[in-house]
């Protein structure tokens, strides 16, 4: 059976007091919508179709962007849920299969609790519903049930009675539809309600007139937490770090001090790396087994290789690729550089746009000067150089094999292979100058 996920996302998310529009907030360095279509991609959906209202003109491109505009449902002026999803009617033509609705709000929201509702479709329901008990109920719609566990309708708080006002069994949003009744049942939807609007719930009742069959699957709170306000994305955010926390070290990571561990959605840690604490991962970050990463460091779309030593208080920037067996200590900032097997940078340096040949030594202070004001060049040197301390190599420069340069270098000019290079002022010692100026001093500072 073909799948279609219908993503809601034409909110205009007041609560966030945002410039930015609410679902493209990030939670674990990615934004909630393109959770929602990781999601609709883990479940195999064919078509993903993404609902946004008119007011945002960065999400437009966003959503051209992640689906294409022959994907995009534009809603103006927004009706509601019902009214939303029926807005995707045009772009759907055609799909014959099951599709689900997602809101783009609703980040955390597992592959295997909408897998559920979908199977609810495969054993003969037209609508499916994923549902949760709710801790506080209070504005979701009320999922109302049969004896026999048959899904009868769901009631908007605002519309309940004090009974159903009282069931705790609530609406999470996501909905499952055989699509040859989703689109006719909508169109029966009316807006004659407390809010005025067209309810997506209302199609469950509608279902149940014609004789179909509705369910309501369980999944837990945490599975659906909406995002609306910045408390609850901080809420969202520390769920989503909670559980990546657990899942790193169940696959065989040490988390020294777990609570103080940052990942982004798509870290990759490999078996046996030690994070001491502090350590914070930015999106796109992959760590090869029996690497340390030390306090303090913070890391962004960067590859390290196996056995490295990272920290304490490193900075991976992007385009940093590190080999095997390198270490990178204090107060080292890289970018865009490729450091190659056992290479050492200490202390204090600044890598940028540099290739930098394997066991080579970075003395400390070493500045890669990588930027004229208006371009960007490389710094490239060979295998088992030795760079002394407290240098600048101003690019573009190239250093080849086996070159040393004196500490305090000004590296200008390209350095041959073997060759020891001193860019400084020569040193010249005065016999006795300092005994002179010292006796002298301390005359005058006594009359
Ligand atoms: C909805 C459900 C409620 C459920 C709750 C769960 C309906 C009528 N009610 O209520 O049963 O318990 O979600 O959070 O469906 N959106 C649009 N266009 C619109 C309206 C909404 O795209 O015209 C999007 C929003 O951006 C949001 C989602 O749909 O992502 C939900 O809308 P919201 O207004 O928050 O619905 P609730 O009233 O919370
Ligand atoms: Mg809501």
């Not at 609709?40 to 294409?68: P, Q």
């Not at 995002?227 to 070290?249: G, I, W, Y």
């Not at 970075?362 to 060049?377: E, L, P, R």
Request: hydrophobic share 40%; proline share 3%; with cysteine.
């Amino acid at each position: 059976m073909k799948r279609a996920a219908v993503i809601l996302a034409a909110g205009m998310g007041t609560r966030m007091r945002s410039k930015k529009i609410k679902v493209l907030h990030e939670v674990g360095g990615r934004p909630m919508v393109d959770w929602s279509l990781a999601l609709a991609d883990g479940l195999g959906c064919d078509k993903r179709i993404l609902v946004i209202g008119t007011h945002s003109e960065e999400l437009k491109r966003v959503a051209a962007n992640r689906v294409g505009s022959e994907n995009i449902a534009i809603q103006d002026p927004p009706q509601g849920t019902g009214h939303a999803v029926q807005s995707a009617e045009q772009a759907l033509a055609g799909f014959e299969g099951h599709v689900v609705v997602l809101y783009a709000d609703t980040p955390l929201l597992p592959v295997d609790a909408v897998e559920k509702a979908f199977a609810s479709l495969d054993a003969g329901y037209a609508v499916s519903v994923l549902g949760f008990d709710a801790a506080e109920p209070g504005g979701y719609g009320r999922l109302i049930c049969s004896d026999e566990g048959d899904l009868l309708k769901i009631v908007e708080a605002k519309e309940t009675s004090p009974e159903e006002f009282a069931v705790t069994f609530c609406n999470s949003g996501v909905m499952a539809v055989r699509s040859e009744y989703l689109f006719e049942l909508l169109s029966r939807v009316t807006n004659d309600n407390a809010k005025g609007e067209y309810y997506l719930t209302d199609v469950v009742e509608l279902a149940r007139q014609d004789g179909l069959r509705a369910s309501a699957v369980r999944c837990s709170e945490e599975d659906v937490l909406g995002v609306n306000s910045r408390e609850q994305l901080a809420e969202a955010e520390k769920v989503f770090q909670s559980k990546t926390r657990l899942k790193m070290m169940e696959n065989g990571v040490t988390l020294i001090d777990p609570d103080t561990v940052y990942f982004a959605f798509d870290t990759q840690i490999g078996a046996d790396v030690v994070i001491e604490p502090n350590v914070f991962f930015g999106p796109g970050v992959t760590v090869a087994s029996d690497t340390r990463i030390k306090a303090f460091s913070h890391l962004e779309n960067c590859s390290i290789g196996e056995a490295c030593q990272i920290g304490p208080f490193a900075r991976l920037r992007p385009g940093a690729v590190l080999h095997t067996g390198v270490r990178v200590g204090n107060f080292v900032e890289i970018k865009n550089s490729e450091l190659g097997e056992g290479v050492a940078a200490n202390h204090l340096s600044y890598i940028g746009d540099g290739d930098v040949g394997a066991k080579s030594n970075i003395g400390a202070g070493t500045i890669f000067c990588n930027y004229d004001g208006y371009f960007k060049h490389r710094t490239t040197i060979g295998e088992g150089s030795f760079i002394g301390s407290n240098s600048s190599l101003v690019a573009p420069v190239t250093l080849e094999s086996g070159s040393f340069v004196g500490s305090g270098s000004v590296v200008t000019k390209d350095v041959p292979e073997g060759a020891l290079a001193v860019g400084r002022g020569k040193q010249k010692n005065i016999e006795g100058w300092a005994d002179t100026y010292n006796a002298e001093m301390r005359r005058k500072k006594q009359s």
